[in-house]
Protein backbone atom coordinates (compact mmCIF):
# COMPACT_ATOMS: atom_id res chain seq x y z
CA UNK A 1 0.00 0.00 0.00
CA UNK A 2 0.54 3.85 -0.52
CA UNK A 3 1.21 3.86 3.43
CA UNK A 4 1.63 2.16 7.02
CA UNK A 5 -1.68 0.42 7.78
CA UNK A 6 -3.05 -0.01 11.25
CA UNK A 7 -5.83 -1.69 12.21
CA UNK A 8 -8.13 -1.10 14.49
CA UNK A 9 -8.03 2.60 14.72
CA UNK A 10 -9.80 2.09 18.06
CA UNK A 11 -9.77 -0.62 20.37
CA UNK A 12 -11.99 -0.86 23.45
CA UNK A 13 -11.59 -4.08 25.90
CA UNK A 14 -12.15 -5.05 29.45
CA UNK A 15 -8.93 -5.80 31.71
CA UNK A 16 -7.52 -8.69 32.00
CA UNK A 17 -8.65 -9.40 28.12
CA UNK A 18 -6.48 -10.30 25.52
CA UNK A 19 -5.81 -7.87 22.02
CA UNK A 20 -4.10 -8.03 19.20
CA UNK A 21 -2.86 -4.75 16.86
CA UNK A 22 -1.91 -5.28 13.27
CA UNK A 23 0.53 -3.41 11.15
CA UNK A 24 0.62 -3.60 7.97
CA UNK A 25 4.02 -1.89 6.35
CA UNK A 26 5.24 -0.03 3.52
CA UNK A 27 5.92 -3.14 0.77
CA UNK A 28 9.35 -3.67 0.70
CA UNK A 29 10.50 -1.97 3.98
CA UNK A 30 12.09 -4.62 5.85
CA UNK A 31 12.36 -2.39 9.17
CA UNK A 32 9.65 -2.37 10.97
CA UNK A 33 8.76 -0.89 14.42
CA UNK A 34 6.21 -0.34 17.69
CA UNK A 35 5.85 2.23 19.73
CA UNK A 36 4.11 3.57 22.28
CA UNK A 37 2.45 7.12 22.86
CA UNK A 38 0.62 7.78 26.11
CA UNK A 39 -1.25 10.74 26.78
CA UNK A 40 0.66 13.95 26.99
CA UNK A 41 3.71 11.87 26.22
CA UNK A 42 6.31 11.37 23.19
CA UNK A 43 6.21 7.95 21.16
CA UNK A 44 8.26 5.30 23.00
CA UNK A 45 9.82 2.33 21.39
CA UNK A 46 9.07 -0.87 22.12
CA UNK A 47 10.34 -3.00 19.13
CA UNK A 48 12.09 -3.10 15.99
CA UNK A 49 12.29 -5.79 13.64
CA UNK A 50 14.81 -6.55 10.55
CA UNK A 51 12.82 -9.05 8.14
CA UNK A 52 11.38 -11.52 10.29
CA UNK A 53 13.31 -11.66 13.04
CA UNK A 54 13.24 -9.33 16.50
CA UNK A 55 16.63 -7.49 16.83
CA UNK A 56 15.64 -5.47 19.77
CA UNK A 57 13.06 -5.83 21.87
CA UNK A 58 14.38 -3.62 24.82
CA UNK A 59 11.74 -1.65 24.75
CA UNK A 60 8.35 -4.01 25.81
CA UNK A 61 7.72 -2.93 28.94
CA UNK A 62 7.13 -6.95 30.46
CA UNK A 63 6.12 -10.50 29.52
CA UNK A 64 2.42 -9.11 28.92
CA UNK A 65 3.89 -7.95 25.55
CA UNK A 66 4.54 -10.09 22.41
CA UNK A 67 5.02 -8.91 18.77
CA UNK A 68 5.29 -11.10 15.13
CA UNK A 69 6.11 -10.41 11.94
CA UNK A 70 6.28 -14.37 10.59
CA UNK A 71 7.18 -13.60 7.31
CA UNK A 72 8.75 -10.04 7.22
CA UNK A 73 6.10 -8.09 6.08
CA UNK A 74 2.54 -7.99 8.50
CA UNK A 75 3.57 -7.70 12.25
CA UNK A 76 0.92 -8.32 14.70
CA UNK A 77 1.58 -6.91 18.96
CA UNK A 78 -0.41 -8.64 21.35
CA UNK A 79 -0.80 -7.54 24.97
CA UNK A 80 -1.95 -10.73 27.10
CA UNK A 81 -3.84 -9.73 30.46
CA UNK A 82 -4.65 -5.95 29.68
CA UNK A 83 -4.43 -3.40 32.19
CA UNK A 84 -5.46 0.21 32.73
CA UNK A 85 -2.57 1.15 32.11
CA UNK A 86 -1.49 -0.33 28.57
CA UNK A 87 -4.39 2.36 27.42
CA UNK A 88 -2.21 4.48 25.34
CA UNK A 89 -2.00 5.24 20.80
CA UNK A 90 0.34 2.52 19.54
CA UNK A 91 2.09 2.83 16.71
CA UNK A 92 4.01 1.37 14.04
CA UNK A 93 6.90 2.90 11.47
CA UNK A 94 8.02 1.05 8.78
CA UNK A 95 11.56 1.87 6.60
CA UNK A 96 13.84 0.75 4.19
CA UNK A 97 16.10 0.07 6.95
CA UNK A 98 18.72 2.43 5.90
CA UNK A 99 18.84 5.74 8.56
CA UNK A 100 16.25 7.11 10.19
CA UNK A 101 13.02 7.42 6.97
CA UNK A 102 10.44 6.34 9.36
CA UNK A 103 6.82 6.21 7.83
CA UNK A 104 4.66 6.16 10.76
CA UNK A 105 0.58 4.31 10.44
CA UNK A 106 -1.95 6.85 12.28
CA UNK A 107 -1.68 3.98 15.40
CA UNK A 108 -4.40 1.65 17.17
CA UNK A 109 -5.70 3.79 20.10
CA UNK A 110 -6.23 1.37 22.93
CA UNK A 111 -8.47 1.70 26.14
CA UNK A 112 -8.76 -0.76 28.78
CA UNK A 113 -12.09 -0.30 30.70
CA UNK B 1 14.27 9.53 33.17
CA UNK B 2 13.31 11.61 30.18
CA UNK B 3 16.72 11.53 28.46
CA UNK B 4 15.50 13.86 25.64
CA UNK B 5 12.79 16.83 27.17
CA UNK B 6 10.81 19.74 25.55
CA UNK B 7 9.87 22.25 28.77
CA UNK B 8 7.29 24.18 27.16
CA UNK B 9 3.83 22.69 26.66
CA UNK B 10 3.01 25.04 24.12
CA UNK B 11 3.92 27.37 22.12
CA UNK B 12 1.40 30.16 20.00
CA UNK B 13 3.07 32.67 17.27
CA UNK B 14 1.32 34.93 14.92
CA UNK B 15 1.21 34.29 11.21
CA UNK B 16 4.47 35.22 9.59
CA UNK B 17 7.05 35.63 12.85
CA UNK B 18 9.17 33.00 13.70
CA UNK B 19 8.41 29.87 15.77
CA UNK B 20 11.77 28.87 18.17
CA UNK B 21 10.61 25.51 19.47
CA UNK B 22 13.37 23.84 21.87
CA UNK B 23 15.07 20.55 22.82
CA UNK B 24 17.34 19.42 25.98
CA UNK B 25 19.09 16.02 26.10
CA UNK B 26 21.15 14.11 28.52
CA UNK B 27 22.83 11.15 27.10
CA UNK B 28 25.96 12.35 25.61
CA UNK B 29 25.83 9.54 23.01
CA UNK B 30 22.98 10.62 20.67
CA UNK B 31 24.68 11.47 17.74
CA UNK B 32 21.85 11.96 15.47
CA UNK B 33 18.90 14.19 15.62
CA UNK B 34 15.28 14.68 14.42
CA UNK B 35 11.97 16.92 14.43
CA UNK B 36 8.62 15.45 14.00
CA UNK B 37 5.80 17.14 13.28
CA UNK B 38 2.32 15.25 14.35
CA UNK B 39 -0.95 16.66 13.38
CA UNK B 40 -4.66 14.83 15.36
CA UNK B 41 -5.03 11.26 14.54
CA UNK B 42 -2.31 10.81 12.28
CA UNK B 43 0.84 9.47 12.87
CA UNK B 44 4.16 11.82 13.18
CA UNK B 45 5.75 12.77 10.12
CA UNK B 46 9.52 13.48 9.47
CA UNK B 47 9.98 16.63 9.37
CA UNK B 48 14.02 17.57 9.66
CA UNK B 49 17.28 16.16 10.88
CA UNK B 50 20.85 16.55 12.03
CA UNK B 51 23.68 14.98 13.05
CA UNK B 52 26.09 15.77 15.92
CA UNK B 53 28.78 16.76 13.33
CA UNK B 54 26.93 19.81 12.11
CA UNK B 55 25.65 22.39 14.17
CA UNK B 56 22.94 24.10 11.67
CA UNK B 57 20.66 21.91 8.64
CA UNK B 58 18.40 24.06 6.86
CA UNK B 59 14.96 22.99 4.77
CA UNK B 60 13.29 25.84 3.47
CA UNK B 61 11.47 27.04 6.21
CA UNK B 62 12.61 24.93 8.86
CA UNK B 63 16.14 25.52 10.44
CA UNK B 64 17.39 22.94 12.96
CA UNK B 65 20.14 24.12 15.11
CA UNK B 66 22.01 21.92 17.63
CA UNK B 67 24.60 23.21 20.60
CA UNK B 68 26.39 20.03 21.66
CA UNK B 69 27.81 21.46 24.85
CA UNK B 70 25.23 22.57 25.50
CA UNK B 71 22.70 19.38 24.77
CA UNK B 72 20.23 21.78 23.25
CA UNK B 73 18.82 21.92 19.60
CA UNK B 74 16.53 23.88 18.55
CA UNK B 75 13.95 24.30 15.89
CA UNK B 76 13.04 27.41 13.53
CA UNK B 77 9.93 28.34 11.32
CA UNK B 78 10.11 30.93 9.87
CA UNK B 79 7.61 32.48 8.19
CA UNK B 80 4.98 30.60 10.23
CA UNK B 81 1.54 29.66 8.73
CA UNK B 82 -1.22 28.44 10.23
CA UNK B 83 -0.91 25.40 8.73
CA UNK B 84 1.93 24.94 10.76
CA UNK B 85 -0.13 24.20 13.87
CA UNK B 86 0.71 20.95 14.86
CA UNK B 87 2.38 19.11 18.04
CA UNK B 88 6.18 19.27 17.51
CA UNK B 89 8.25 16.00 18.90
CA UNK B 90 12.02 16.38 19.27
CA UNK B 91 13.65 12.78 18.49
CA UNK B 92 17.26 11.55 19.27
CA UNK B 93 19.34 8.40 18.53
CA UNK B 94 22.31 6.65 19.61
CA UNK B 95 23.36 4.48 16.77
CA UNK B 96 26.35 6.43 14.77
CA UNK B 97 24.40 7.64 11.72
CA UNK B 98 24.25 3.70 10.50
CA UNK B 99 21.99 1.98 12.94
CA UNK B 100 18.76 1.03 12.79
CA UNK B 101 16.76 4.03 13.73
CA UNK B 102 15.72 3.55 17.48
CA UNK B 103 14.75 7.09 18.71
CA UNK B 104 13.71 8.53 22.14
CA UNK B 105 11.45 11.04 21.81
CA UNK B 106 10.15 14.35 23.72
CA UNK B 107 7.27 14.80 24.78
CA UNK B 108 6.14 17.31 22.23
CA UNK B 109 5.47 21.15 22.36
CA UNK B 110 2.17 22.04 20.63
CA UNK B 111 2.49 25.02 18.24
CA UNK B 112 -0.64 27.07 17.50
CA UNK B 113 0.01 29.59 14.66
CA UNK B 114 -2.68 32.49 14.95
CA UNK B 115 -3.60 34.31 11.32
Known amino acids: GAGVSQTPSNKVTEKGKYVELRCDPISGHTALYWYRQSLGQGPEFLIY????????DSGLPNDRFFAVRPEGSVSTLKIQRTERGDSAVYLC???????????FGSGTRLTVV | DQQVKQNSPSLSVQEGRISILNCDYT??????FLWYKKYPAEGPTFLISISSIKDKNEDGRFTVFLNKSAKHLSLHIVPSQPGDSAVYFC??????????????FGQGTILTVHP
Open chain 2, 91 to 104: AASAGGGTSYGKLT
Open chain 1, 49 to 56: FQGTGAAD
Open chain 2, 27 to 32: NSMFDY
Open chain 1, 93 to 103: ASSTGQGYGYT
